[in-house]
């Protein structure tokens, strides 16, 4: 009997985490609407968290019990989860503590399975929010700047939030389908994404879509483009650190009396004067510092806070998490491409340099409730089988 629960008890312990992951992902995303504005709701929303928390260390703890992390996998994980504790303290931000808490519990959960749950949960949400905009269950705020542009948020705090959640749900959808990917499919896509940049006006995400629809487009039609793995390997390996350096290194060094860099910032709409305002005020730390971010939406709160806020993720990460942190980062998304380089896994090369490209400019690189893709233990540390002939 005893034998039979313990055999039952393995078998359906994913299910703690599929449960806890869909849960929060829904519960960041409603918070991040002007759901998360109503003070009636603020209870519920934290009582889903505090769940969601429970559900996810239980299962590690059931799959520590089955001997299901190796020795060395422990170990790293303790000494992570110990770096990240005191990173949470410097920081006051317990955020990346948490993700890393849920990308353990998803260390035999395949990528494509949470990718596939998180698009699910993402087209709903929007549905859901957007509806209850329209119909005035929740402000839909309207953003004026300057004489001529109006931007409509759709039910999120800031007008930026539904176009690059958009944004990731065109990477998530690729990923998925891969060159089975629709001609119709693409067609809806990019349709809804040039509607979404007409309501909003978010510039970035709209052309990287835009750009990244195309290139999927190519890649479907074309299947030599699909097979040169050297390409795609050598550009998710050096994507990261190359656009992070270029990006930390305009940002630190800005200078409003060079002509080429005033450029660069009006192009950008500003993102280089406001990363170096930001260094300026707060330095570089080797193991982070607690920053308060004032963004667009503050505009709405009432308080006459200066506007300060890094869209550069990279940026962001080494000013508000340190040095080390940002480093870390980086090594690791260099092994993950070496990891998919190895498989020949095109399309989530294409990805991993896509949202090294995105990250360049906005701020939700490991932001999970915008990208799934931090999911991706399971992808480090299991070896998968490939159809493909690897090419040195």
Sequence with gaps: MFQKY??????????LF??????????LILFASMFGEISSLKLGFALVRNICYGLVCLKILIDFCYGE???????????????LIILAKMTGNKSMLIYWVFIVAAHDMELKKIVKAAIGVHLLCMIFIIGSSVFGLIEDRIYKEGADRVRSSLGYQYTTDVSNYFFHIILMFIYLKEEKISWESIGVLALANLLLFKITDTKSSFILGCLVLG????????????KNYRFYRLGAILSMPILSGIMIYLSLSYRSQVNWMTKINSIINGRLVLAYNAYKTYGLQLFGQRIQWIGGSNSFSGTQEVYNYVDSSYVQIILNYGVIFFLLICFLFILLAIKAGKRNDVYFMFILVVVALHSAFDPQLLWMAFNPFVMCYFYMNKNVETDHKIVF
């Design 18 to 27: 599929w449960l806890a992951y869909i849960m929060y992902l829904a519960e």
């Design 69 to 83: 992390f190796g020795k060395r996998e422990i170990i790293l994980n303790i000494v992570v989860t110990m770096y």
């Design 6 to 15: 313990n055999i039952l008890l393995r078998d359906k312990k994913k299910y």
């Design 215 to 226: 290139a999927a487009l190519l890649l479907k039609s074309f299947r030599t483009l699909r």
